[in-house]
């Protein structure tokens, strides 16, 4: 059977649909990969051109069935391309599959006849054989069908707990497609930017934690009594996996682990893994953590590995926030001692994550992240800050709508620029702009006594007197375009040729190239 799987998101480096494509292949589907991606700067577009849409009609020529892979900010592309496809092929069946139709798949009905729920794997290849059959995919776990408007068998299959049954993720790039200056075109390696030069790897599926702010604790409660939802790919199958790929392409120079939870791996397998890794591997690599399974024991054992970077999320400095708001029994303690971890690596960098504009949020609570920030932040790291989002599906967004915060859905987050609009509309709280400057105080090497006698100042009443008023967002607004103007027309052409820096990952692997070369090590050729 041909299946055509068509991407929604942002990054050709998405592993959903190439997990299932990889299934589907296995079993001897025919399966072809289409990427709707966009450049940077063209991501506020909610629709495709005429030219793109008939583009993509003609690649879908002798396809039997299409699964459209989506998330909430690509629901109105997805829309479109359906209409689309209905006009030119009214009897070809059409599933949505990804994150959003899971959490949220009442949203999706007026638009298509089946609904992928959950893992895809094992459902779309029920599907696709049941079709091929002519059989009824009605009964399928995981798959929903629309009957007269409404859902029916909005179930889950089971999930797997040997990860390593599945194949390797499908870059095979035969009968991959991407958009590349407003035109679907083979996909070639040089056209698919960062992928093949930082490569995406998923060793874990499934978080045990269940923050009211992420749809996480919404899919848990779908696969309560259908297996085990945190499970582990075995170190060999993970390794196996960068061996095969970095055999194939030598443009890859680094590895993104993007588990939801890398460090729920105790400290004796993490020490197994960089074992084997440094051994076998040799590649710099990130990952993403939380506070509450981070040690240093792991973070040393990842550090000799050659791990860079790590992606952590704190959320809020005030423990009301995290245990009363956003259900993340994580003590400000714990997220102190991990800062104290990383900042102790000097070649490994930190990115942190704190959330705002939270209407639940009284504004004491938010003063105490102000003085956590000022305190405990030092060392090699960046931060976003992120405007609070009601996100279909997730326990927040269904408090925000009883409470009457928002009514319905939050619509912004049916466009790709919400966070960028929204995080200027967020930084029209003076106490939001205040935690950037705190932070961006702590990067420049401020003590801690220094910011929080900046906080002290900035929350004095003369100052709130003067600053914290309706026109703030003026003056911010003023000042970015002035810097973006420095930046653009003195600093990029005069000054950053003379001081640019090697990225990250590659000063991390020219130290630990060293380290080996000094242990007398044999290092591996794999591209690094």
Request: positive net charge; glycine residues 6%.
């Amino acid at each position: 059977m041909k299946i055509a799987l068509v991407s929604m998101y942002v990054s050709v480096d998405v592993l959903g649909p190439r997990y299932i494509s990889s299934y589907l292949k296995r079993a001897g589907h025919d399966v072809r990969l289409i990427f709707l991606t966009g450049r940077r700067g063209k991501r506020g577009k909610k629709c495709y051109s005429p030219q793109v849409l008939g583009e993509l009609v003609e690649r879908l020529d002798g396809v039997d069935l299409v699964g459209v892979s989506l998330m909430t900010n690509t629901f109105r592309r997805a829309a479109q391309i359906t209409r689309a496809i209905r006009q030119a092929r009214p009897a070809l069946p059409i599933v949505w599959g990804g994150v959003h139709p899971t959490v949220a798949p009442e949203t999706c009905t007026e638009h298509v006849d089946m609904l992928c729920i959950g893992e895809g794997e094992k459902p779309m290849l029920e599907l696709a054989d049941r079709l091929r059959d002519g059989r009824d995919p009605a009964d399928i776990p995981g798959i929903a069908t629309v009957r007269d408007g409404k859902l029916v068998g909005a179930s889950v299959w089971p999930l797997a707990d040997d990860l390593d049954t599945y194949p390797f993720p499908d870059f095979d790039l035969e009968q991959h497609y991407v958009l590349h200056d407003g035109h679907l075109v083979p996909a070639r390696p040089k056209l698919m930017r960062d992928s093949l030069k930082r490569y995406r790897l998923l060793s874990t599926r499934g978080c045990p934690f269940k923050c009211s702010f992420c749809n996480n604790a919404t899919i848990q409660k779908l696969y309560q009594g259908n297996g085990q939802w945190v499970r582990k790919r075995s170190v060999e199958n993970v390794v196996a996996e960068l061996e095969a790929v970095a055999a194939r392409f030598e443009s890859i120079r680094a590895v993104k682990i993007v588990d939801d939870l890398f460090f729920v791996r105790s400290e004796e397998e993490m020490e197994h893994f960089c074992d084997v890794y440094s051994r076998r591997v040799g590649l710099p690599f990130e990952v993403d953590a939380h506070p509450a399974t981070m040690s240093r024991a792991k973070i040393d054992a990842l550090v000799g590995a050659g791990l860079y970077r790590v992606n952590m999320g704190i959320q809020s400095g005030s423990d009301k926030t995290n245990f009363e708001i956003f259900n993340r029994p994580t003590s400000r303690q714990k997220v102190a001692a991990a800062i104290d971890v990383l900042a102790d690596y000097p070649h490994v960098q930190a990115e942190y994550h704190y959330i705002v504009a939270n209407p639940f949020e009284p504004e004491e609570q938010l003063i105490e992240t102000l003085y956590f920030a000022a305190e405990h932040h030092r060392g090699h790291f960046k931060v976003d800050v992120f405007p609070l989002a009601f996100f279909p599906g997730s326990p927040l967004h269904q408090r925000a709508v009883q409470e009457g915060v928002i009514s319905g859905e939050q619509e912004e987050l049916y466009s790709e620029v919400w966070r960028q609009s929204q995080t200027w509309k967020a930084l029209g709280d003076y106490l939001v702009v205040l935690l950037t400057m705190v932070l961006r105080l702590k990067r420049w090497g401020f003590s801690a006594r220094a910011a929080r006698r900046f906080v002290n100042i900035a929350l004095s009443r003369p100052v709130r007197a003067v600053f914290d008023r309706a026109y703030l967002p003026v003056l911010l607004a003023i000042g970015y375009v002035s810097m973006r103007l420095a930046r653009n027309l003195i600093y990029q052409p005069f000054i950053r040729p003379f001081t640019k820096r090697r990225r990250p990952e590659h000063r991390v692997r020219a130290v630990h190239q060293a380290t080996r070369d000094t242990t007398g090590v044999e290092t591996t050729a794999t591209g690094a």
